[in-house]
Structure formats: structure tokens, C-alpha cells
């Protein structure tokens, strides 16, 4: 089965606009951790924002923030303030708790800001 | 810059062939995992070690192989390379184990099997 789930291939956002980026999970451990990362064209994956499955508050970081629903499943990347250089693939990644510690991704995003 | 290198960052060979790809984790990370980026498969895990010890293997093909050394670096070796095996390879590494420790991705190993 899917561990995380992103439904959108695609997206467009101009620039200093918002943009948010689905990502949903699948897991039955209660002790894991969610993380996004951006690939630019250049190929390196940056970490950008975690959240952990305790945490009560929503991760921010800079203009990254993360949308954590946790009876939902979700955990949305909000892009605030939009720039050229946002333009890239975004991954969703999770690691659970019990095993191997592995970052599981889904299939990424790609956003394009527009001038 | 994450820390952790990558060599080399370009790599192509022929089918049949043998490489090895070289990861030297940030300073002072014990835990190395290693990914295959490929367009069909996306992002996936190949195998964990965690000071020397192979710690987890996910999707790894038997014609691959990986180890770490005493002084942290790991080696992931590929063999009888076939044209699905064409993907970009990337090393992370992380100080410990556990959820919420970053893993810092090196720059990848772009191959191509001709």
C-alpha cells in the first residue's frame, strides 16, 4: 500500500502568491515523522520542514509552514510569498517509528511560479 | 551545501558492467541510507547501515550490494548493469537513528547504462 500519497503532479503559482501541496499518509505506527523536500532541476534533494506525529503545533519554517491534520492524514506544505527560485519538485517523505527509519516519498509535486 | 559527498557525480557504462558509487556522510553521522531516483519507480530505499552494520535493506536488487567503513564512507556496488538500472543514486546520512532525524542527501550519482 501507499505510504504517502501526493495528488498533485503539477501545479502553477504566481509568484508572490501561495501555493499548498497535498500530502496524505498511511500508517499505524503513532510515533512517526513527516518531512518535505525540494528537488530543483539542478537534482539535489534540500530538506526543507519536519513534523513530528506529537508535536502539537504546525512546523514553520521561514516561508515553508505544514498544514498537520492528524485525524485526516494529511500533512500540506504552505509555500508563503512565492518566488522564481521556488520553482522545483516537492517531495513528501515519512518515517515511522518501529523498523528501519527509512524515508518512504510520494511521488512529488512539481511547481512552477510564473512572473 | 548538505555535508555529505557524493563521487562521482556523473556515471556512464554498458550493460554488463560493474560501478561502484562513493558516499562520505556528514561529519560525525553514523547512519548512511542510500536511494534509487528512477521515472518510473520515484524515490525509493535501497538499503540502511548504521556504523558498519547493515541496519535495513528495502528494494535492493541482488546485484547490488553496499557496505560502510570504519571511517563512515560507504560504497554501493552495482553489477551486471542492465538499462533499467539508469537512475539518479543518492547517499544520506544522519547523526543517529530515529523519526525525527533529518537525513541530509548528497548530491547523487546520475548513471547511465548504455
Known amino acids: 500500500a501507499q505510504k504517502i500519497t501526493q495528488t498533485q503532479p503539477g501545479m502553477f503559482v504566481q509568484e508572490k502568491e501561495a501555493v499548498t501541496l497535498d500530502c496524505t499518509y498511511d500508517t499505524s505506527d503513532p510515533s512517526y515523522g513527516l518531512f518535505w523536500y525540494k528537488q530543483p532541476s539542478s537534482g539535489e534533494m534540500i530538506f526543507l520542514i519536519y513534523?513530528?506525529?506529537?508535536?502539537?503545533q504546525n512546523a514553520t519554517e521561514g516561508r515553508y509552514s505544514l498544514n498537520f491534520q492528524k485525524a485526516r492524514k494529511s500533512a500540506n506544505l504552505v509555500i508563503s510569498a512565492s518566488q522564481l527560485g521556488d520553482s522545483a519538485m516537492y517531495f513528501c517523505?515519512?518515517?515511522?517509528?518501529?523498523?528501519?527509519?527509512?524515508?518512504?516519498f510520494g511521488a512529488g509535486t512539481t511547481v512552477t511560479v510564473r512572473a | 551545501d548538505s555535508g555529505v559527498t557524493q563521487t562521482p557525480k556523473h556515471l556512464i557504462t554498458a550493460t554488463g558492467q560493474r560501478v561502484t558509487l562513493r558516499c562520505s556522510p556528514r561529519?560525525?553521522?553514523?547512519?548512511v541510507y542510500w536511494y534509487q531516483q528512477s521515472l518510473d519507480q520515484g524515490l525509493q530505499f535501497l538499503i540502511q547501515?548504521?556504523?558498519?552494520?547493515?541496519?535495513a535493506k528495502g528494494n535492493i536488487l541482488e546485484r547490488f550490494s553496499a557496505q560502510q567503513f570504519p571511517d563512515l564512507h560507504s560504497e554501493l556496488n552495482l553489477s551486471s548493469l542492465e538499462l533499467g538500472d539508469s537512475a539518479l543514486y543518492f547517499c544520506?546520512?544522519?547523526?543517529?537513528?530515529?523519526?525525527?532525524?533529518?537525513?541530509?542527501f548528497g548530491p547523487g550519482t546520475r548513471l547511465t547504462v548504455l
Open positions: 544520506a546520512s544522519s547523526a543517529r537513528q530515529g523519526v525525527g532525524n533529518e537525513q541530509f
Open positions: 513534523q513530528g506525529s506529537y508535536d502539537q
Open positions: 561529519s560525525g553521522d553514523l547512519s
Open positions: 517523505a515519512m518515517r515511522e517509528g518501529q523498523g528501519d527509519y527509512k524515508l518512504s
Open positions: 547501515y548504521y556504523n558498519g552494520e547493515e541496519r
